[in-house]
């Protein structure tokens, strides 16, 4: 028996674990991992010293590891000179595929794995997908991962060099989506969605571990993340609780959503606005161009209760940024990452994130996989 | 005054350290960094807390760093299967550039800045030319970097990305050194070449020191580098070298070279063998791609003293370890560092590494930096 069960976001039914359980058997929203009493984990992620981290895995050799994680955070100098407010970056592109989504997949596909799955189904616009392609690979696993035409080059190429079954959907992300439920379905496979799959977070949370850690308790005041699905945003709230819980931080800090103006429903509900999908517009940060997050109402909550604010960003602002970064900073970050440093610099510009504080802000996804034409 | 000067790694001219200074006054060999007496560094890699690392820079605001180091060690169990030796990669290509290039790039634009030096010249055949890149773009110097047409359009792109002057030159690889050099003439300008400048190595010899700490002192008995300019396998070298000088390891491991066929100076020096750069072909592994490697006489040293191997592969080889990566062990490595797992494998079949032996390969560069077509 693990330790824990699956717990509705919203309704709080709990439920045994499986591989194929997505959503509230009472209200279909997004479940999460529950810890059942004081679970210490036996598996820690390589080199790790900070707390205990709660994990699903029991045994070490479930643990299917690339190294994820331990990511570099640098201080930049030449930001604050030009925000007045001091920002830390931190590289998450320096996971093994290049993005954050290796912290989640890792966990995802080690549980997968043991729970004895050997053929899965996921959909991303590039990045998840490259990730679950790869740590699959490594697993044993055979991936079906579908991805939108309109993916960059590079993220396809990428998918595809792991090994996974790459399936390609004219149409919008949401199209792309919906052929891999239908496809999951069909054959009776788990669909491994790292939006759905309680397991992700439970990955995506280290970070805030590895942030405690590395600001040796003294967290950033401010985190400002691009935010699509949420992932990111949610694992790194889930971390900070957990470390809260044990009384280790004491102020928690805000943490801000940054989304592309093309594809806002996060902000548009943070602001109580409307916004439908028919409002999509295209949009260079494709990582977070994703119109209707099932987390939505988690994100809101955590906007509420860490005091952040949900902001957007347009094509323009992302697009001087992504062109700032590399060359003054010698950071090459996909335009997802840069829309993030765009909002930044209006939060600080319309005093929402003061001269005092201190912010930090995940450098998602790797340039590379997103490179200018 | 420094507490180091150059020292002639064959003839032992000394000198005062100087930015434009990158060969001997005697004998025209190439130049190392010597420290004099016990020089403790002021300066340590991010979170660093092995063994002291002496380093040519002497205030913490004179390190310019983006994190670079601190790469993940991953044990290979698939290949351990098909080998049969334990096998352990060290993911250089997780730092900030895709390169483990970033590791003596770091060090050497950290000196040049604190040596006053605001325009620079390098040329590469795309790896290290984005590390200068990036790093001077950190640095605020000016960036000529002088590349073949012939490399990929990733690694042009990332180049001009981090805003260098980006020169593209036709021609062999050695055409491009040479319009780098007459360049840097013309212009009075320091020649920034991560094959010359002393100050490369330095960087790159931090890899040894992680190993040291990764592997609690019980070091590999065997690493397999791909070899073009050697400042990597020269780095490593030196790094053990002053690790057994503290006494901290007893025996050094042997260090191996892996070459292409097709570009093989250091596998036929070696072997007592003629090469010639008129029998130089193509190959897919860019990254080693050196004809003439001023430190050729080093690398052939450093095999004598650690008894290790040069062989080469071909291009067959290297293409199926660049597609058995990613497939099996979810590793996107560039097809120079696949030559590493080619040369790996030769190296046991031969018997030249046993049975009994612990493999560690530096896997150097992102796949996504020389993706397929």
Redesign the interface.
């Known amino acids: 028996m693990p330790g824990y069960k699956f717990t509705c976001s919203s309704c709080g039914w709990t439920n045994d674990p499986s591989p194929k359980l997505l959503s509230c058997g009472l209200c279909e929203s997004p479940l999460d991992v529950k810890y059942m009493g004081d679970l210490l984990p036996s598996v820690l992620p390589?080199?790790w010293s900070g707390p205990p981290i709660p994990l699903p895995i029991d045994r070490q050799e479930d643990h299917l590891?690339?190294?994820?994680g331990?990511?570099?955070?640098?201080k930049l100098q030449k930001i604050y000179d030009l925000i007045g407010v001091e920002l830390f970056a931190k590289?998450e592109f320096?996971?093994?595929?290049?993005s954050f989504k290796d912290r989640g997949t890792s966990i995802m596909i080690s549980v997968l794995k043991s729970m004895g799955i050997t053929e899965l189904v996921e959909d991303s616009s590039g990045n998840a997908g490259a990730s679950v392609s790869?740590?699959s690979?490594?697993a044993g696993i055979t991936a079906n991962i579908f991805a939108p035409t309109t993916a960059p080059n590079?993220k396809i190429?990428?998918i595809k060099?792991?090994?996974a079954e790459t399936h390609l959907i004219e149409g919008t992300r949401a199209d792309t989506t919906e052929a891999a439920v239908r496809f999951a379905s069909e054959n009776s496979l788990p669909y491994a969605s790292h939006n759905l799959s309680p397991f992700f977070i439970e990955g995506t949370k280290i970070f805030a571990y590895e942030v405690f850690e590395?600001f040796n308790g003294d967290l950033p005041t401010d985190v400002v993340i691009p935010v699509g699905n949420g992932s990111l945003y949610l694992g790194m709230w889930k971390g900070l609780v957990e470390l809260e819980k044990k009384r280790l931080i004491g102020t928690l800090p805000k943490l801000h959503c940054v989304q592309a103006k093309s594809v806002m429903p996060i902000a548009a509900a943070f602001d109580g606005r409307n916004w439908d999908v028919a409002d999509l517009k295209a949009t260079i940060a494709g990582g977070i161009a994703v119109a209707s997050p099932p987390r939505l109402h988690q994100v809101i909550e955590v906007l509420r209760k860490s005091g952040g604010t949900a902001i957007t960003v347009n094509e323009e602002e992302i697009s001087s940024w992504h062109t700032y970064l590399?060359?003054?900073?010698?950071?090459?970050a996909e335009p997802t990452s840069a829309a993030a440093f765009a909002g930044a610099k209006k939060l600080v510009d319309s005093g929402r994130i003061n001269a005092g504080a201190r912010i930090l802000i995940p450098v998602t996804g790797?340039?590379?996989?997103d490179?200018?034409p």
């Not at 590891?65 to 994820?68: A, M, R, S, V």
């Open positions: 390589r080199g590891t690339l190294g994820e331990n990511t570099p955070v640098v590289f320096l996971n093994p595929t290049g790869a740590y690979a490594l590079p190429s990428q060099v792991y090994g590395q590399p060359a003054n900073e010698g950071i090459y790797f340039g590379l996989k490179s200018p």
